[in-house]
Every structure is written in structure tokens, then in C-alpha cells.
């Protein structure tokens, strides 16, 4: 390496050769076969030394770091709700991580605040909200439990300064929902015996008359219903509760709506699908994971509120050592979970930039034609069966006499694919998710081949056990 290189000409030089290294490694091997900690802590040079290295021994030590990375952006990966790699949202990424403005203040990050409000605005008008106030958290977990503590404060203003008194605080979310929910309700101090599990239809969808029914016999033993969380685009089958049923129960009966959209809120980027989200602006909060489905680098998430002020009524502390002049619109800080808080905008407006409305709408309508392919496969399969429709761009499906699990387990195992499981029924099933834009119908037909092929020698591994 030249001796006289800048320091920053030497990392971008180095940064550029990890990325087309890890792309090579990635058309060579789309599967990192999974290592135990131990023997990768032996191969990896971890410890922190005494003295400094040098800028190239560094990029050395982090190459190696990189090539025992498991992949997430090959068209072999197919397991969690994110996967792939938009190169204009790495490029926010990266340009958002050499500045380095913090966003609580546009004193500090100036420019950079424009583009976190302007994302908010855009955003929450596709969900429906005209003028909708938010802020960018560091995912769907939080997302959520932002609106609660929204709808928390709602139904008692005097919590925050006198803390908990009257009767319990209820709320509902379906058996399907996130576990990031029944999560926020303990956090919140609302106790997860408070967090009720309403019915699902045979979709996956909650029934708004079971919900009806839960909420008449809490208010019948002198509880006080909160907030419905309703979940668009649910972790396992991708269902989509009525939002609009849900509105009406929730205006009857004076509820906090929130829409946990984290997955599915998406969704309304294609005019074909954007009709699972009907209802969702009559909700009052709503959070929108664009590091899911819209391909922004992890984390990117957005949670929404339909009614200005209440993020900063229940969020706002005085801090005036930070929050010096500008307005508090100006001030994310004022509307945020967290003190310092990194750029997570630049790199959706990136991408949005790139791709447009249009090439986003493109985006969710391959995931879901991909979808619909895979489950057409799973179909024509004997040794397959789908056990549910897909609700969206989830194909759940079991396999004749092998075990999800262990299956998933050696497709990953053997260099394969990356495929997760899910329980359904009370039944674990191979839960693929069609999320991943660098998977196209040959990955996945390359998928089902080699996991039926799996799945073949694991059956007549068991029958030979069984018969020794
Ligand atoms: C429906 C739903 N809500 C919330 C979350 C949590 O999102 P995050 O992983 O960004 O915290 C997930 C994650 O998969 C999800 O599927």
C-alpha cells in the first residue's frame, strides 16, 4: 500500500475491495456453512491489541471477519423478513456513516432532518395519515413500542409524573402478532397479564368479534381497555388483521388503534396489494420496517402517528443543553426514544431515489409473483404440502416424514440455502419468505431441488436407522 495514501483514500480503497470480495464470495459460496464459536474464535484474529495496527492489517483482520460472515445477500437466502443488498441504500448507508451527524438536533444534522421529515411526510401520507408526525427508531420493536407508550398516555395523562394507579390497563393483539408486542407490554410496566390474545381466523387474520367479545367482558370485571395491536403482514403466514373492522371496534369503544405494519406496511408501495392496508389511516400510530420488504440496509424503521404532538407529549424532556434554537418540528430529538441517534433516513431516501415509486411498486409485485411461484411448486410436489394459501409473500409448507427443523438445519448446514421454520397448527413447517430482490425463479427452483433432495436422504437416513 502506498505509503503516502490519505487515511481516508486508504479505507475507501479498502472498503471497496471487501464489498467486490464479498460479492465474488457470494456468487462462489451463497451459503457460509455455519461454524461453531470455538473453532471460528481460533481461526479469527479477535483480540484487541495493546498497541495500534496500521490501517492494512486492520483491513486484513476485517476480511477475514467478513468471509466467515454468514450471507444475507445471496440469492440463496430466504429465512428471516430481510435479505439482499440495494446498492444505492448501501450508498446512504455509508455516506450517513462518514458523516456522522447525530439526529436528535437540525443543529447537528441539519439537512439530514429534512430528509427524516420528509421521508415521515411521504410515508405516512401512503399509509393515509395527511400530516403525520414520526420518527425513525432502530426497528420494528421499538416502532411498537412507541405506540404504546402513545396510546398508554392517552388513556392516563398523569402516568408519567404520578406513575400507575386504577384499574388494569388492557391491551389486544392477535395470537399471531409479534413478539416484540407482548414485549413493549412489559416494558411499559402494563404487565404481560394484561396483553390479550385475541382469536385468529383459519388466515391468521384476528377476528374482530372475538376481539369485540374480549373487550365487553374486561370492561364486565372493571378492567380498562387500551389500544388493539393490529398486525399487517404477520411474522409466520404474512397475514393482515380487517383494519378497517378493527377502526370501527376501536372507535366504539374509545381505543388506541396501532398498526404493526413492521413487515407488511410495505405493501402499499403496490397498487395490486396496497388494498391489504385498506382502513390503516384511521389508526392512530403505525410503525414500517423499510429495512423488510423495501430493501434498506438493517435497521430502517419508522414508526407513525396520525396526530401531531403526542410523540413529544410523551417523549419530550427538558434538555437544555441539547436542544438549543430551532423549532422542536426541527428536532427529532424532541420526538425520540433515544438521546444520539444515527442517520437511518439517508440510506431509504437513497433508495427511493433509486428505484422511484415505480421501481418499488416492481419490487413488492416480484416478491409476491415469486410467491405465488413458490407456492405453485409446493402444490405440484408430492412429497410437499402447502399448508396454508399465501396470505402474502409467505409460502409455509411441510415436508413428507422429515422434520423442519432438521431439515432447515442441513440445507444450511451442507452450504444450501438459508431457510428458517415456523410453527403452524402446532405442526413446525418450513416458513419461506420471498423478500430477498437477488432471488429469482432459478434460486428458487435451484431451492426446491436441492431441498427435496435433502429431504430424500434425511427419509432414507431415518428408515435405515430404522431398520439396523
Ligand atoms: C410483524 C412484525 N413486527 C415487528 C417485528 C420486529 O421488527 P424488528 O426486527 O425491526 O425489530 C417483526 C420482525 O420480524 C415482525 O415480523
Same mark, same amino acid.
Given at each position: ?29 451463497? *451459503? ?8 471460528? /474464535? ?17 483491513? /486484513?483482520?476485517?476480511?477475514?471477519? #467478513? ?38 438536533t437540525y443543529k447537528v444534522a441539519g439537512a439530514q432532518v429534512l430528509v427524516e421529515l420528509e421521508l415521515i411526510k411521504q410515508m405516512g401520507l401512503l399509509v393515509g395519515f395527511d400530516d403525520a408526525d414520526g420518527v425513525f427508531t432502530p426497528g420494528g420493536s421499538l416502532s411498537n413500542l412507541t405506540g404504546m407508550l402513545l396510546a398508554r398516555d392517552r388513556a392516563r395523562p398523569r402516568l408519567r409524573a404520578e406513575g400507575f394507579s386504577g384499574p388494569r390497563l388492557r391491551v389486544y393483539t392477535s395470537k399471531d402478532s409479534h413478539y416484540s408486542v407482548a414485549k413493549a407490554v412489559t416494558l411499559l410496566g ?20 372475538? +376481539? ?36 370501527? *371496534? ?60 403526542? +410523540? ?89 416424514? *422429515? ?31 420471498? *423478500? ?17 433432495? #435433502? ?14
Amino acid at each position: 500500500m502506498d505509503p503516502d495514501l490519505d487515511p481516508l483514500e486508504h479505507v475507501a480503497d479498502l472498503f471497496t475491495r471487501i464489498l467486490l470480495e464479498r460479492q465474488a464470495q457470494e456468487a462462489r459460496e451463497p *451459503v457460509v456453512p455455519p461454524r461453531d464459536p470455538e473453532s471460528l /474464535r481460533d481461526v479469527l484474529d479477535l483480540e484487541l491489541p495493546n498497541k495500534g495496527q496500521c490501517l492494512e492489517t486492520v483491513g /486484513r483482520r476485517l476480511r477475514d471477519l #467478513v468471509r466467515h460472515t454468514p450471507t444475507t445477500a445471496s440469492g440463496s437466502f430466504f429465512n428471516q423478513l430481510f435479505g439482499g443488498r440495494e446498492p444505492a441504500s448501501l450508498l446512504g448507508e455509508t455516506v450517513a456513516a462518514a458523516l456522522n451527524n447525530s439526529m436528535y438536533t437540525y443543529k447537528v444534522a441539519g439537512a439530514q432532518v429534512l430528509v427524516e421529515l420528509e421521508l415521515i411526510k411521504q410515508m405516512g401520507l401512503l399509509v393515509g395519515f395527511d400530516d403525520a408526525d414520526g420518527v425513525f427508531t432502530p426497528g420494528g420493536s421499538l416502532s411498537n413500542l412507541t405506540g404504546m407508550l402513545l396510546a398508554r398516555d392517552r388513556a392516563r395523562p398523569r402516568l408519567r409524573a404520578e406513575g400507575f394507579s386504577g384499574p388494569r390497563l388492557r391491551v389486544y393483539t392477535s395470537k399471531d402478532s409479534h413478539y416484540s408486542v407482548a414485549k413493549a407490554v412489559t416494558l411499559l410496566g402494563l404487565g404481560s397479564e394484561n396483553l390479550v390474545r385475541v382469536a385468529v381466523d383459519d388466515r391468521g387474520r384476528m377476528v374482530p368479534a372475538a +376481539l369485540e367479545e374480549a373487550i365487553r367482558a374486561d370492561v364486565a370485571a372493571g378492567h380498562e381497555p387500551m389500544m388493539v395491536n393490529a398486525t399487517a403482514g404477520t411474522t409466520v403466514l404474512g397475514a393482515f388483521d380487517p383494519l378497517d373492522e378493527l377502526a370501527d *371496534v376501536c372507535e366504539d369503544h374509545g381505543l388506541w388503534l396501532h398498526v404493526d405494519g413492521a413487515f407488511g406496511g410495505s405493501a402499499v408501495l403496490d397498487p395490486d396489494q396496497a388494498d391489504h392496508l385498506s382502513g390503516c389511516g384511521r389508526a392512530d400510530s403505525m410503525a414500517w420496517d423499510a429495512h423488510k420488504l423495501m430493501g434498506a440496509q438493517l435497521s430502517c424503521s419508522v414508526v407513525l402517528v396520525r396526530e401531531r404532538g403526542l +410523540l413529544a407529549r410523551s417523549l419530550d424532556e427538558n434538555a437544555s443543553y441539547l436542544f438549543q434554537g430551532d423549532s422542536d418540528e426541527l428536532n427529532p430529538g424532541t420526538r425520540s426514544l433515544q438521546c444520539g441517534r444515527r442517520n437511518d433516513a439517508l440510506k431509504l431516501w437513497t433508495l427511493w431515489q433509486s428505484l422511484g415509486n415505480e421501481g418499488l411498486a416492481k419490487r413488492l409485485a416480484g416478491f409476491r409473483s415469486l410467491a405465488l411461484h413458490a407456492a405453485k411448486i409446493v402444490q405440484e410436489a408430492p412429497d410437499l404440502k402447502l399448508v396454508r394459501e399465501p396470505e402474502f409473500l409467505n409460502v409455509c409448507f411441510a415436508v413428507d416424514g *422429515v422434520s423442519a427443523e432438521n431439515l432447515c438445519a442441513e440445507l444450511t448446514d451442507r452450504g444450501l440455502a438459508m431457510v428458517g421454520y415456523a410453527m403452524v397448527d402446532g405442526e413446525a413447517v418450513v416458513r419461506l419468505t420471498l *423478500v430477498n430482490a437477488q432471488a429469482d425463479e432459478n434460486d428458487l427452483k435451484l431451492l426446491f431441488k436441492r431441498l427435496r433432495k #435433502v429431504a430424500a436422504e434425511l427419509r432414507e437416513a431415518a428408515l435405515m436407522r430404522a431398520a439396523s
